[in-house]
Every structure is written in structure tokens, then in C-alpha cells.
């Protein structure tokens, strides 16, 4: 079923269209929140409200060419992983003015790097760090709207950006070094 058709289908709420929706965004979906949220029942319980708004509200969307309808489904749901997070007062920010170059690759271009390593280091970082790190660089959002989404200062964005390739940088090294000895 092509995306237009899922959209009507959605809004004259016929199951057939709703349950296309579900199974054709969900896994993607998923992905992205376990991002964010780096647990399975959290994230189960941000899906469920994400795809019970996005059904309640796609009378609202506006259909802008193909792949926007996943883009808006993808925005919901980042926004109430985002919501979750700051009801649990999981999201912890340090103010700090002190930003640091964001120009440096996560590790030197000739160390490979393992996409599921990547994910666990991800998951583990602290949330704050976890948040922008997800928006700014897999989401593409900017440092000034990540301030307005998360309510903090652009300064601090980027402090927690830097931060968050800091940890990196130091949990994927670390691993290497004990992979290889």
C-alpha cells in the first residue's frame, strides 16, 4: 500500500490501513526509540503511545512527497522518547560554556568500527549525552534546535555533544585495546 493510501486509509480509520502503517514504520521506529531510551520496556511503552498519537492526530499531516510520512512518524516518536525521558527526569544536563572542537572523527578512518559496538556503547552512555548525541548526529537536528526541543542552551548542546564523542571515543578505544591483546 503506497503512503497516500495508508493516509487516507488511517483517517477513515479502517484497520487494514492503520495495521499497514504499523507493520511498514514500527521496526524502524523501535530502532530509533531504543536509541534514546536503551531499554526494551521502555521503549515498547513509548511505541505505544508514539503510534496511538500518530494515529489519533494523521488527520492533521500534510503529505509532502514520498518519505515524509515516515519522517513525521519518526518526529513523533522522538518526541515522546524525549517526553518519557524528561517525565522520568532522566535527562540530566551539565551547564558548560567550554565547547570543544566537534570536527574530530570518533576514531582514526583506518580502525573499523562494528555497528553493534557502536549501539552498546550508545546505550550505555549517560542520557543527557545519549540525547543530543542522538539528535544531532543521527537525527541531523541543530545545536539551537536541540536547545529549544530539550529546553537548554545551545552552549550546552554542544558541550554535551562533545562529551558524548569524549565517552565515546574512550569506551570503543578501550574495547579495541582489550579486543586485540
Given at each position: 500500500m503506497e503512503e497516500q493510501s495508508i493516509i487516507s486509509g488511517c483517517v477513515r480509520k479502517e484497520h487494514s490501513a492503520q495495521r499497514d502503517l504499523f507493520d511498514r514504520y514500527y521496526r524502524y521506529s523501535y530502532h530509533v526509540a531504543m536509541r534514546y531510551l536503551a531499554n526494551h520496556h521502555d521503549t515498547e511503552d513509548v511505541l505505544s503511545v508514539?503510534?496511538?498519537?500518530?494515529?489519533?492526530n494523521i488527520d492533521q499531516f500534510e503529505y509532502r512527497g514520498k518519505g515524509s510520512l515516515q519522517k513525521w512518524v519518526i518526529t513523533v516518536v522522538i518526541n515522546e522518547s524525549i517526553r518519557f525521558l524528561k517525565g522520568k527526569k532522566a535527562l540530566l544536563f551539565q551547564?558548560?560554556?567550554?565547547?570543544?572542537?566537534?570536527?574530530?572523527p570518533i576514531l582514526e578512518s583506518s580502525e573499523l568500527l562494528d555497528i553493534e559496538e557502536v549501539q552498546q556503547v550508545l546505550q550505555q552512555m549517560p542520557k543527557g549525552y545519549r540525547t543530543v548525541f542522538n539528535l544531532f548526529a543521527i537525527e541531523g537536528y541543530s545545536h539551537?534546535?536541540?536547545?529549544?526541543?530539550?529546553?537548554?542552551?545551545?552552549?550546552?548542546?554542544?558541550?554535551?555533544?562533545?562529551?558524548?564523542?569524549?565517552?565515546?571515543?574512550?569506551?570503543?578505544?578501550?574495547?579495541?585495546?582489550?579486543a586485540t591483546q
Open positions: 508514539s503510534f496511538t498519537r500518530i494515529l489519533k551547564e558548560d560554556e567550554e565547547v570543544l572542537s566537534l570536527s574530530v539551537k534546535e536541540i536547545g529549544e526541543m530539550l529546553k537548554i542552551n545551545e552552549n550546552t548542546s554542544k558541550s554535551q555533544l562533545s562529551k558524548a564523542r569524549d565517552y565515546m571515543i574512550r569506551k570503543l578505544k578501550y574495547r579495541n585495546s582489550h
